[in-house]
């Protein structure tokens, strides 16, 4: 199993981002997909949830109305489109599933800031 997060970068508050996350290594139509957040000094939190068919999806209370998870599973990406980013936003994104166990990926560095 293997996951690869792109699309990290610096963007002012306000701004927009969408991170991908490209899975090998198992069949990815058929699991959840979560995305995960870790800011610095501080633990991992769940950002957002999709589904294996991509029809639900759940988000944390500090996102809601933001952050979009969706998925493609002919290409075997997930997204996560941001917006209206705040710096409290900044961390090292991750993505993430359950395939017998944890899987991650290295993860990729969003910073907000002006």
């Known amino acids: 199993v293997q996951l690869v997060e792109s699309g990290g970068g610096l963007v002012q508050p306000g701004g927009s981002l969408r991170l991908s996350c490209a899975g090998s290594?198992?069949?990815?139509?058929?699991?959840?997909m979560r995305w995960y957040r870790q800011a610095p000094g501080k633990e991992r939190e769940l950002v957002a949830v999709?589904?294996?068919?991509?029809?639900?999806?759940n988000y944390a209370d500090s996102v809601k109305g933001r952050f979009t998870i969706s998925r493609d599973n002919a290409k075997n990406v997930v997204f996560l489109q941001m917006n209206s980013l705040k710096p409290e936003d900044t961390a090292v994104y991750y993505c993430?599933?359950?395939?017998?166990?944890?899987?991650w990926g290295k993860g990729t560095l969003v910073t907000v800031s002006s």
């Open positions: 993430n599933t359950v395939y017998g166990m944890n899987y």
């Open positions: 290594g198992f069949t990815f139509s058929s699991f959840v």
């Open positions: 999709i589904n294996s068919a991509g029809r639900i999806t």
